[in-house]
């Protein structure tokens, strides 16, 4: 069975994206998936402290004792992952970003000797690797150009592109008022189906 974990970064329990992420969860299910989500603002997640205790060893998580601690076996063990987020500000919401923050504790990046002045030798490990995602946004403006969604969307691609993880959808459209996303069937059925195609895929 699939496992799938489904971030819900909007501070509104049906806000706009929560709804589509509803439907990707729907679309798991239906198709055999096992899966959680989680409403990010409901939980107790805080600020990177920029310690580098998780560099200490990959095995090491975040030393922050919070509601990550119960996630990062989680997020380890998951073969796919979905972030749903309003666009606020030119880009994904704040809770999402706490998340996506002290997801450092999952890499583990080895500094080696200078090969030149400008460029310096690494490893890089990480548990987020081969990973299929898929990402959700909602805005309120006409489209992801001027909404700032783009802004989002290119975060994603460089961070997953990063980590070694598959983008298999990304699925995003207008919707001012709270649940007014439920109107737009075609949105819906975009999300339905990627939640089958993780369920598939992952």
């Keep these: 069975m699939r496992k799938i974990i489904i971030f ?20 798991a299910k239906q198709h055999g998936a096992e899966v ?27 030393i922050i004792e919070d509601d990550l601690q119960s996630l990062y076996p989680r997020l380890r063990s998951a073969d796919a992952l979905v972030f749903a987020s309003p666009v606020y500000w030119f880009s994904f919401s704040a809770q999402l970003k706490l998340l996506i923050d002290r997801c450092y504790a999952l890499t583990w990046i080895e500094t080696g000797s200078p090969l030149t002045e400008e460029e310096t030798s690494y490893t890089f490990t990480t548990d987020l690797a ?7 946004l909602t805005y309120g403006d006409t489209d992801p150009f001027s909404s700032g969604a783009v802004n989002a969307l290119r975060t ?35 999300a339905f189906t990627l939640g089958k195609r993780l369920a598939e895929t992952a």
């Design 36 to 62: 959680e989500s989680f409403y990010l603002h409901g939980m107790d997640i805080r600020p990177c402290s920029a310690c580098d205790a998780c560099q200490a060893s990959l095995a090491t998580d975040c």
């Design 156 to 190: 994603f691609q460089d961070m997953f592109r990063f980590v070694g993880a598959d983008i298999v959808d990304m699925i995003y459209g207008s919707a001012m008022a709270p649940g007014e996303v439920a109107e737009n069937h075609g949105l819906m059925q975009q």
């Design 130 to 136: 081969g990973k299929k995602t898929g990402i959700i």
């Design 8 to 27: 819900e970064g909007s501070p509104r329990k049906n806000g706009n994206s929560s709804l589509l992420a509803r439907q990707v969860a729907a679309g």
